[in-house]
C-alpha cells in the first residue's frame, strides 16, 4: 500500500486550525468563567481588574471528626454544616477566579509564542477567526476579553 508524503501547504493548514482550535477552546472557557463569575471583559481596563484581583485564600478544610460524621446518617444535623456549605462555595468561586486569572496569562502565552512561531499575519487571523467562531456560538463579542476591533484595525 503506497503512502504519499502530505504537501507542506496540508500540513501547514492543519497546523495552523489546530492552533486556531486551542484559541478557540481558550477563549469559550475564558468567555465562560467570566459569564459565571459575573464580570465583563469588554475592555482593556476590565481584563486588568481581573488581573489585579486579590481573592481570598481558599476556606481550611474542616475537623476532621465533622467530615467522619457526615458518613453517619443517624445524625440529623451536621456541626459546622452550615460553614461547610459557604466554605464549598467560597473554594470554588476562588478557584474559579484562579482559573479565569490563568486562562488569561495563558492566552497571552500563547499568542506571544503563535507570533515568534508563525508571525503576526498568522497569528492574526488565527484570533479573528477564532473570535468570530465564538460569537457564532452564541457568545457577544468580547466576552473572552480579545478585542476584535482592535485587531481589525491594527492592519
Do not use: C
Not at 500540513?11 to 463569575?37: D, F, K, P, T
Request: glycine letters at 6%.
Amino acid at each position: 500500500m503506497p503512502t504519499e508524503n502530505p504537501s507542506v501547504n496540508s500540513v501547514i493548514s492543519e497546523r495552523l486550525q489546530r492552533m486556531e482550535s486551542s484559541i478557540e477552546e481558550l477563549n469559550a472557557r475564558i468567555a465562560r468563567l467570566a459569564i459565571a463569575l459575573g464580570v465583563s471583559l469588554d475592555s482593556e481596563h476590565d481584563v486588568q481588574r481581573v488581573m489585579a484581583r486579590k481573592s481570598p485564600p481558599p476556606p481550611a478544610p474542616l475537623p476532621p471528626q465533622a467530615v467522619e460524621r457526615r458518613t453517619d446518617r443517624r445524625q440529623s444535623a451536621l456541626p459546622f454544616s452550615g460553614l461547610d456549605r459557604r466554605s464549598g462555595t467560597d473554594r470554588r468561586l476562588s478557584y474559579k477566579w484562579e482559573e479565569l486569572r490563568g486562562l488569561l496569562v495563558l492566552r497571552y502565552g500563547v499568542e506571544k509564542t503563535y507570533v515568534e512561531q508563525v508571525g503576526l499575519t498568522a497569528t492574526r487571523h488565527i484570533m479573528v477567526s477564532a473570535e468570530q467562531h465564538l460569537t457564532r456560538g452564541g457568545f457577544r463579542p468580547g466576552a473572552d476579553g480579545m478585542d476584535l476591533k482592535h485587531l481589525l484595525d491594527d492592519n
